[in-house]
């Protein structure tokens, strides 16, 4: 009886319950709560992953631009084996 007498009167305190209520606030009801934070942390992880892969898209398509445009036959190259081009009087064939 004295242990739940003493527990009832540390819960009854004013400061304990404005602390709980801050906790419960932050917690769950509050709009920046812990909940959306987490939600948004694993987005801006998400993100961050994406644009690492981006990026080394963009310098993998950066070398080989400066591949293709500093010599012609390479570029010619690039060009009938991608795009199938070819030139005046020529037959291309397509083997798959």
Do not use: P
Request: hydrophobic share 40%.
């Amino acid at each position: 009886m004295k242990l739940f007498k003493r527990i009832l009167k540390r819960t009854t305190n004013k400061y304990f319950l404005f602390t709980a209520f801050m906790l419960v606030w932050i917690g769950f009801i509050d709009k920046y709560n812990l909940i959306k934070r987490g939600e948004d942390q694993w987005q801006l992880h998400k993100m961050t992953q994406e644009a690492d892969y981006y990026r080394s898209q963009i310098e993998s398509v950066n070398t080989t631009r400066t591949l293709l445009f500093s010599n012609k036959e390479t570029l010619e190259k690039f060009a009938r084996e991608k795009y199938f081009m070819k030139k005046d009087g020529e037959e291309v064939f397509v083997v798959e």
